[in-house]
């Protein structure tokens, strides 16, 4: 795979509390070009309203008797009446941006979790351990229970598996438990008057208004996470719009409320739109024969099962895999790992969130809630992760030993896995493509 999310540096989203019960290894907030949105374009141009009269520039005398506003808020609230205008060039009603933006306050709490979002570095299989723990799978088989008639609807009518939706339900709010109290309308605003991702956040800020304009909720409804996720499975606004939907048939498509109906066939909708195929497996865990070639094991060589059976390769229990679909072997762990045969399913959950951790999370997480076993091959637990300071190194030595990273930014991705096996090779080491702390300290020794 050319991307290796056994280490994942993790960027919070959500309350220390909230972190155990909704493990995400890429908050929802990044969405724009890695998960779920689809995002609707925002106006990066301040383009005036017709009626330059119903915007006030100046701010408001307020009463000797009242706190002096600060230079923040008196910033935020003339960026707000800009806004307003954009807004309204792209379809938000009058009423609606008069209603939803009056009185909103510049939200400190939500700019100081944007800037010190703790990076940690983790494990795959201490993800792994939290994410489908046995109360997550024994929560998530009695969610299918109590929820079953809903989901064999949403599954029959949409085409997705589920126990992958509520797999997804599982991993994004805790079945509904963690779906977040943050208004979203000052939050967004806050964070699109800000400005250090202010055209995705305004962005989600139009999408967010157009929804109370449709009237599927109000604004003391429209909550979610800091960041701007929405409801049981976290929809970011600009995704909302595109792919929620009314499965009740009460007029209104609501992934806030109790009833989680509209937003597991909302996901459902999403991951049919996106190709899933009913009764694929996301993957499989392999038995890989001694000798395999690891240069194998890469997201663009795609085979058959019965093809990478004619190379030894099984099912983890030894058994022939069906020919489902051409698949990918992978190894985020490493040869030293369990090793999965990937089908194009994976790829379908790879866009609502696109680590490769997270991925494998739902699947397996799905996988138990159906009453498979858990994962058979040992993970290196003696590994740990490398921090982002050592990602950089083994970038640079790589690059400085002749084999090119292309950047040096911490972040393992296609080329950088490339380089590590090339090295690897060089080195007469098993060229598996994983950036361990091994091959780091190959590279330091010289």
Known sequence: MPRIACIIA????????????????????????TSVSETVASSKAEVAPANLATITLVPRARPENLPTVSPRQDA?????SRFRGRALVQGVSRATADAALEGLT????????????????????DYLDTAVSDTRVESGRAALGKYGRVLEAVESQYGVDKEVVAA????????????????LIEALATLAFDGRRGSFFEAQLVAALKILDSGDTGRETLTGSWAGAMGH???????????????TGDGKRDIWGENPADALASTAAYLARHGWVLDQPWGVEVA??????????KRDIKRLPSEWSALGVTAADGSAIPDHAEASIMVPAGSQGPAFMTFPNFQVIERYNAADAYVIAVGHLADRIAGGEPI?????????????????????????????????DGRIGPLTVAAVRAYQRASGMVPDGFASLRVLEALREG
Do not use: C, K, M
């Open 76 to 80: 935020f609230e003339t960026w707000l």
């Open 233 to 247: 499975t976290q929809f970011i606004p600009t995704t909302y719009l595109v792919h929620a939907v009314d499965f």
């Open 376 to 408: 058979e091959g040992e993970w290196p637990r003696g590994d740990r992760a490398l921090s982002s300071v050592e990602r950089e190194e083994l970038q640079r030595r790589l690059t400085e030993a002749g084999f090119d990273t292309a950047g040096v």
């Open 288 to 297: 890989l024969p001694q000798g395999f070639d690891f240069s194998l094991a």
């Open 106 to 125: 510049y939200d400190t709490a939500v700019i100081a979790r944007d800037r010190n979002q703790s990076e940690f570095t983790s494990t795959l299989w």
């Open 10 to 33: 993790v960027a919070l989203a959500w309350p220390a509390a909230a972190q155990e019960a909704t493990p995400r290894p890429v908050p929802r907030e990044d969405a724009a070009g």
């Open 168 to 183: 997804i339900w599982g991993l994004e709010s805790n079945y509904g438990t963690h779906r977040g109290s943050t208004n």
